[in-house]
């Protein structure tokens, strides 16, 4: 799966890792792939600690259960959640390059019904976990379940919104505002 960083090493200890942080080649190598810098690394940039993370959280949720496409169901679900302009961007930039049908990522974008089943349970539980912040009752959680899907699966979206939510929220603050994504990217 295309990602906005190559994987960085998520077996070192972060902590331990921070201050010498070997950051340079993941952010060249995003460059080099979208011929900018992606936004929310750019500001993740100013703190280490932060940007090793949302690095090594990209890398872990690539090597979870969910298949590449349930990924980007997760990224998009939440990015839209989140108006994160940027975020729907650059995913909706991801799922294009994957390949993805661009009938599933313009129903993504606007938050529509999914044709598959499995893929809408999973959208319908991806927005609903973000909006109330982790506060579902079980039904929602039986609900993704009876699609499919499992316990461990319904933690690697959490892992998911746990990205999306730092890169939205440093997006966010302000003097963050570098260049932002093409414009055809923001259109979304």
């Not at 940027?86 to 993504?108: K, N, R, W, Y």
Request: with cysteine.
């Amino acid at each position: 799966m295309p990602s906005l960083i190559p994987d960085p090493d998520v077996q070192s200890e972060l902590p331990d890792a921070i201050p010498a942080m070997p950051a340079m080649p993941a952010l060249s190598e995003a460059e080099r792939r979208f011929s900018q810098l992606p936004k929310p690394l750019r500001t993740l940039e100013a703190a280490p600690a932060s940007l090793k993370s949302y690095l090594a959280l990209g890398a872990l949720l690539e090597k979870t259960s969910l298949s590449s496409e349930e990924q980007q169901v997760v990224l998009l679900s939440v990015s839209r959640e989140s108006r994160c302009a940027v975020c729907m961007g650059a995913h909706g930039l991801l799922a294009d390059m994957m390949d993805l049908p661009t009938e599933m990522t313009e129903a993504l974008r606007e938050g529509d019904r999914l044709s598959d089943q499995r893929l809408e349970s999973l959208r319908q539980f991806t927005a609903t976990l973000a909006k109330a912040h982790g506060r579902i009752d079980e039904a929602a959680v039986a609900a993704l379940e009876q699609a499919g899907y499992d316990r461990q699966q319904v933690l690697e979206v959490i892992l998911g919104i746990g990205m999306k939510t730092l890169a939205r929220d440093s997006d966010q603050i302000p003097g963050t505002d570098g260049q932002p994504w093409p414009a055809a990217c923001l259109a979304c």
